[in-house]
């Protein structure tokens, strides 16, 4: 076991733990946070992103499967659950019909709101690239392009763009 400490959502926790245990079960088992799910035991699908600070304090998007518990000791880690639910980005897949099952979209959303720190104004393209780790079964992508877009343009304060009909791809 090894003690670590780590501050999930804004609240600081300190546990200890197996070393072989990954992120994703500590946040979903130990504490609560069952709102990042598991849809892949290849490291592939993306469902599991969460935001970690890096070494720099920098919250990166990161997939929880592949990182260990311990690895986040000293680190903020912000999960989907931290997001409160009104988030710019959660509201746009909402209005933009950007979900189907859901399975995938706590992921997806976690490596949007990660995309668009670095990238304010993306192109389409840019959003695609930037989501390629996250895999849907479900909508083909489209209108989670443009509930990326919404999003952006709602983060960057262009209520124009924000208020485009559902359907109309963007500028
Ligand atoms: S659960 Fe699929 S990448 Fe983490
Ligand atoms: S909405 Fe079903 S996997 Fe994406």
């Not at 598991?38 to 969460?50: E, P, R, W, Y």
């Not at 912000?78 to 746009?92: S, W």
């Amino acid at each position: 076991m090894t003690r670590i400490s780590v501050t999930v959502d804004g609240t600081r926790y300190e546990d200890d733990v197996p070393s072989r245990t990954l992120l994703v079960h500590h946040l979903r088992e130990q504490l609560g946070k069952v709102g990042t799910v598991v849809g892949c035991d290849t490291s592939n699908c993306g469902a599991c992103t969460v935001l970690m600070t890096d070494p720099d304090g920098v919250p990166r998007g990161v997939k929880s499967c592949t990182v260990l518990a311990v690895q986040a000791d000293g680190r903020e880690v912000t999960t989907i659950e931290g997001l409160g639910g009104d988030h710019p980005v959660q509201r746009a897949f909402h209005e933009r019909h950007a979900l189907q099952c859901g399975y995938c979209t706590p992921g997806m959303v976690m490596a949007a709101v990660d995309l668009l720190r670095e990238q304010p104004d993306p192109s389409d393209a840019q959003v695609r690239e930037g989501l390629e780790g996250n895999l849907c079964r479900c909508t083909g992508y489209q209108n989670i392009v443009r509930a990326v877009q919404q999003a952006a343009a709602e983060l960057r304060g262009n209520e124009a763009a924000v208020t485009q009909p559902v359907g109309v791809s963007g500028p």
